[in-house]
């Protein structure tokens, strides 16, 4: 995971400093490797969002019992689908 935000944080510092590495990035980010893997990052990165609120909310106090655990647990694998789907929508 870290690897892949060292990944995109360099193709931003790339794309921002000139239009010839806005150019190279975009270049480099067409192809199906590559817009699958940044696939991947951005599905990871989803779900890791959504599991993150969900633990968040249950450190509050709420959610902790065994039956609504399971079911916010199956509402994060939902929504983390969802986000997947939206994902690869928006790359291709």
């Given at each position: ?30 192809g199906f490797i590559a817009k699958f ?17 969900r633990h968040m909310i249950m450190d ?17 694998f939902v929504l983390g689908i969802v ?10």
């Amino acid at each position: 995971m870290l690897i892949s935000v060292g990944l995109l944080v360099w193709a931003l510092a790339t794309s921002l400093q000139s239009a010839e590495g806005f150019a190279m990035v975009h270049e480099l980010f067409t192809g199906f490797i590559a817009k699958f893997i940044l696939w991947g990052i951005l599905t990871a990165l989803g779900y890791h969002l959504v599991a993150g609120i969900r633990h968040m909310i249950m450190d509050m106090g709420y959610f902790e019992e065994l039956v609504s655990g399971r079911i916010t647990a199956q509402i994060s694998f939902v929504l983390g689908i969802v986000l997947s789907v939206l994902a690869g929508v928006w790359l291709w």
